[in-house]
C-alpha cells in the first residue's frame, strides 16, 4: 500500500503560475485561489489574524497562524507601500536620488490587504506556491567589501569564496533552505553571485 502523502508533499506540487502576478519585482498568489485550493487538498485547513503590531520606528506587522491536519505554523509581514517602504500611522518622506519621496499613513485598507498577503505566505510554508518566494531571502552582498578587481563587469555578479565577507550570509541561506537542494539553491545564488567550483564544493559538502 502507498504511503500517504505528507500535506507538503501533496500542496508544493501544484502548479501556482496561473493565479500569479507581478508587481515590481516580487510575485503574489490571488489569496482567494490559495485559499479555495488549500481547502479542496486539506478540508481541515484553518486560518487565524493574529493582532497586529505597531512599532513608531518600524511601522506595523501583521501576524497569521495556519492549522492544517495538526500542525500550527505563523508566519508574519510588514505593512508597505508600493515601494516597498513601511507605512507607519503618519506620511513619512524620504530622500532618494531622484528627490524626496512620500509614504503615506497606512489605512485599514492597507493592513487588511497586507493580511491576506500573509495568509498566502503562510501557506506557502505548508507548499502551497513555496517556489515563488524562493530567493527573496538571498543574503545581501556586503557593501563594504565591493572588490572591483573581482567585479564582473559583464554579468554584474560578485565573485563569491569560501570564508570572505559574504560566506557567513550564504551559509546561513543554503541550511535554512537545505530542503530545496543543491541544484535549487544554486540557481537562487547565481542571481547574485559568480559560483567557483570550489565554492559549489563547499555547498554540496554543506547539505549533505
Known amino acids: 500500500m ?3 502523502k505528507s500535506v507538503f508533499e501533496r500542496l508544493s506540487a501544484i502548479n501556482v503560475n496561473d493565479h500569479v502576478e507581478k508587481k515590481k519585482d516580487l510575485t503574489y ?3 482567494a485561489w490559495a485559499w479555495a485550493v488549500t481547502k479542496r487538498e486539506c478540508p ?3 486560518y487565524k489574524l493574529l ?3 505597531y512599532d513608531e520606528a518600524l511601522g506595523f506587522m501583521v501576524h497569521t497562524e495556519v492549522t492544517i491536519e495538526g500542525e500550527t505554523l505563523p508566519m508574519w509581514l510588514p505593512v508597505m507601500d508600493g515601494a516597498n517602504k513601511s507605512m507607519l500611522k503618519t506620511s513619512q518622506t524620504y530622500s532618494t536620488r531622484y528627490g524626496d519621496k512620500q509614504v ?3 489605512t485599514t485598507f492597507d493592513i487588511n ?3 491576506m498577503r500573509c495568509l498566502v505566505k503562510n501557506l506557502a510554508m505548508f507548499g502551497l506556491g513555496i517556489y515563488i518566494y524562493a530567493g527573496e531571502d538571498l543574503p545581501e552582498a556586503e557593501v563594504s567589501t565591493p572588490a572591483p578587481a573581482k567585479a564582473k563587469p559583464t554579468t554584474g555578479l560578485i565573485d563569491l569564496a569560501v570564508g570572505d565577507a559574504n560566506w557567513n550570509g550564504v551559509v546561513k541561506y543554503a541550511k535554512d533552505n537545505k530542503a530545496l537542494g543543491f541544484d535549487k539553491i544554486g540557481q537562487q545564488l547565481n542571481r547574485k553571485y ?8 563547499a555547498l554540496v559538502d554543506l547539505l549533505k
Open 29 to 31: 498568489l490571488s489569496w
Open 194 to 201: 559568480n559560483l567557483s567550483n570550489e565554492v559549489k564544493q
Open 113 to 115: 490587504k497586507t493580511l
Open 44 to 46: 481541515d485547513a484553518t
Open 51 to 53: 493582532p497586529t503590531e
Open 104 to 106: 503615506d499613513a497606512a
Open 2 to 4: 502507498d504511503k500517504k
